[in-house]
């Protein structure tokens, strides 16, 4: 256990389903981010909370909306996604700001398929 | 232009041996950070080190090292004594400090695999 905790560890859903990813920090971080992680590709970062304040969208499609209710916990809503949209799903937390040295706290990730 | 360059998609070492994975970075920031992540099937991705710009000495973690050539750009990591354990993908990152705190920009990651 990394101390960021993702939920759930799988998803298969419908284009036209609605779905919520969770991601639930416990280290007393003050940033929480999520990335993409398709095959062969870098990890996409698509957003990023500072104190509960979204501060990045990375050009994210509306279909993926992020709500941050408390600096502790992280959602991801989805709605009507696209197949290429299938990847695995990765959560993060940090002590935010500028901290040299500091690196993030991964989750283990949720693994969406869109069929 | 890619940030974080690893030319080895994918490597093999004998148990017991050591094993470098490059990373080349592009930045024009004068403060910046290098961090390794590994990430095993399971997907977390686990904090391995860390080599600040303006460090004078190379970063070391247990097994781990860094090998830090601030003039080429390359920040390669280098597992000492692997284990089989240590089959994973490695990913190198770098955070910008002054153009881009919160983000990490992240390679296409070296599949590691540990022959016994």
């Known amino acids: 256990e990394t101390g960021v905790t993702q939920t759930p560890r799988h998803l298969v859903m419908g284009m036209t389903n609605k779905k919520s990813l969770k991601c639930e920090q416990h280290?007393?971080?003050?940033?929480m981010y999520w990335y993409k992680q398709s095959a062969k590709k870098p990890l996409e970062l698509m957003f990023v909370?500072?104190?509960?304040?979204?501060?990045e969208n990375n050009s994210v499609p509306s279909r993926f909306s992020p709500e941050c209710p408390n600096s502790s916990h992280l959602f991801l809503h989805l709605h009507t996604l696209q197949p290429e949209d299938s990847a695995l799903y990765l959560c993060?937390?940090?002590?935010?700001?500028?901290?040299?040295?500091?690196?993030?706290?991964f989750g283990s990730g949720t693994r969406l398929t869109v069929v | 232009a890619q940030k974080i360059t690893q030319t080895q998609p994918g490597m093999f070492v004998q148990e017991k041996e050591a094993v470098t994975l490059d990373c080349t970075y592009d930045?024009?920031?004068?403060?910046?950070?290098l961090f390794w992540y590994k990430q095993p099937s399971s997907g977390e991705m686990i904090f391995l080190i860390y080599?600040?710009?303006?460090?004078?000495q190379n970063a070391t973690e247990g097994r781990y090292s860094l090998n830090f050539q601030k003039a080429r750009k390359s920040a390669n990591l280098v597992i000492s004594a692997s284990q089989l354990g240590d089959s994973a993908m490695y990913f190198c990152?770098?955070?910008?400090?002054?153009?881009?705190?919160?983000?990490?920009?992240f390679g296409t990651g070296t599949r590691l695999t540990v022959i016994p």
């Open positions: 930045t024009s920031d004068p403060s910046y950070g």
């Open positions: 280290l007393g971080h003050n940033a």
């Open positions: 990152a770098m955070r910008e400090d002054e153009t881009g705190a919160n983000n990490l920009f």
């Open positions: 080599q600040g710009s303006y460090d004078q």
């Open positions: 909370y500072n104190f509960k304040e979204q501060t």
């Open positions: 993060a937390s940090s002590q935010g700001g500028y901290k040299r040295g500091y690196g993030y706290t």
